[in-house]
């Protein structure tokens, strides 16, 4: 089933229609680390230019001893991914059930790659009137309900909100009661790395923790991210796909990144600075509401007036690119999702913003 990839960051084809360098857009579609590249990953892929003539590692040992260390678990608690998206299409098959229930609205490829492999879906809608809370018990009824497997996103996307530990490992606690494989996706949790859940979801087999390295690290053009799972579930997920999957180039730019411990923390305080100037701009404006967010993205919505669709189509003739959340399941047209970029940047989307209200 082939599908229109409805995400941000397609600026390659939004440039190509508007007739401009992608270089002359601002990109607030995409959730990316607005610092680019780490100095240290540059150098890192530059010097591994040469090793291209050999096949990479694809068992990306050094990778996974360095993640082992960082997380406190061994290399067996890991599987390595051309992004988390890889590990997203492996996972159906991998579950072995029929029936999944995603925690809404959500990252849209859990559900195209469920449906590829012929998954029935439903959703757990959560509400941005009550700051996409998740209600245990409801939960826990829809997931006795003959669910093989539940898909929760924490931080959230697009929402930005932090759900804390205990909630998700009530939510685990749920799945391992009714037999519900747990699908986290912590692919923004670099920027809160405190309230990760992984060392509660590896510790059985009834559940994975999906990682991403292309958004933190400002590199999705070279795909990275990983999975954290008990070793039983993690040698099943390794055995899956073809080999190489994971280009030399990648492995040494994860390795460079996850060393560079300086480049994490300007990210974290660089992106929470902007971030808490982004929302008390926006929050000024009286027809916005901007919802709490921990990552380096806001959820917006707009009251009355205008649609985030309109919204998006008169930013992008100023070479804007926003996240329109229409299409979101358990959002509507009033919704929208902004990067935090660079203070430059996010000045220029506050002054077109006063424009437009």
Same mark, same amino acid.
Request: with cysteine; glycine share 6%; net charge negative.
């Given at each position: ?17 508007? %007739? ?7 990109? #607030? ?11 240290? +990953? !540059?150098?890192?892929?530059? /010097? ?21 260390? $960082? ?8 599987? +390595? ?17 029929? !029936?999944? $229930?995603?925690?809404?609205? &959500? #990252? @849209? ?16 809608? +959560?509400?941005?009137? &009550? ?7 409801? $939960? ?21 909100? $932090? ?26 949790? /670099? #920027? ?5 859940? *992984?060392?509660?979801? +590896? @510790?059985?087999?009834? %559940? ?6 292309? *958004? ?8 990275? %991210? ?11 997920? @390794?055995?899956?796909? %073809? ?11 994860g390795v460079a990144a996850l060393k560079d411990t300086d480049y994490s923390k300007m990210t974290i305080d660089y992106v929470e600075q902007e971030r808490t100037f982004l929302k008390e701009q926006l929050s000024a404006f009286p027809c916005l509401k901007v919802f709490p967010s921990s990552v380096n993205f806001l959820l917006i919505e707009i009251d009355g007036g205008m649609t985030s669709t309109e919204l998006k189509e008169r930013l992008l003739q100023k070479w804007i690119l926003i996240r329109d959340c229409a299409n979101f399941i358990g959002l509507s047209n009033r919704f929208f999702r902004i990067a935090v970029r660079t203070r430059a940047e996010n ?11």
């Amino acid at each position: 089933m082939s599908h229109s990839y409805d995400h941000g960051g397609n600026i390659f084809s939004v440039a190509r229609q508007m %007739g401009v360098s992608p270089a002359d857009t601002f990109d #607030f579609s995409a959730s990316i680390n607005p610092l680019g590249i780490s100095p240290l +990953v !540059r150098q890192a892929i530059i /010097d591994a230019l040469d090793s291209l003539v050999h096949y990479p590692d694809n068992n990306q040992a050094e990778l996974k001893e360095l993640l082992a260390e $960082l997380n406190g678990l061994t290399p067996q608690h890991f599987a +390595v991914g051309n992004g988390s998206t890889e590990t997203i299409y492996n996972l159906p098959a991998l579950i072995n059930g029929k !029936r999944a $229930l995603i925690v809404s609205p &959500a #990252f @849209s490829e859990y559900a195209y790659a469920l449906e590829q492999h012929g998954w029935e879906i439903i959703r757990f809608l +959560v509400s941005p009137e &009550a700051d996409f809370a998740i209600n245990l018990e409801e $939960l826990r009824q829809a997931l006795s309900n003959g669910c093989d497997a539940l898909y929760l996103c924490n931080p959230g996307n697009p929402s930005g909100i $932090l759900y804390p530990r205990q909630i998700i490992e009530s939510v685990y606690d749920i799945c391992r009661e009714t037999g519900v494989f747990l699908v986290l996706d912590e692919a923004f949790m /670099d #920027f809160c790395e405190e309230s990760s859940a *992984k060392d509660a979801i +590896v @510790s059985s087999e009834h %559940g994975i923790v999906l990682r991403s390295m292309t *958004k933190f690290y400002g590199i999705p053009g070279l795909r990275l %991210g990983y999975a954290m799972a008990a070793p039983s579930v993690i040698e099943r997920l @390794s055995a899956m796909g %073809g080999p190489w999957s994971v280009n030399t180039l990648a492995q040494a730019a994860g390795v460079a990144a996850l060393k560079d411990t300086d480049y994490s923390k300007m990210t974290i305080d660089y992106v929470e600075q902007e971030r808490t100037f982004l929302k008390e701009q926006l929050s000024a404006f009286p027809c916005l509401k901007v919802f709490p967010s921990s990552v380096n993205f806001l959820l917006i919505e707009i009251d009355g007036g205008m649609t985030s669709t309109e919204l998006k189509e008169r930013l992008l003739q100023k070479w804007i690119l926003i996240r329109d959340c229409a299409n979101f399941i358990g959002l509507s047209n009033r919704f929208f999702r902004i990067a935090v970029r660079t203070r430059a940047e996010n000045v220029r989307l506050i002054e077109l913003l006063k424009e437009i209200f």
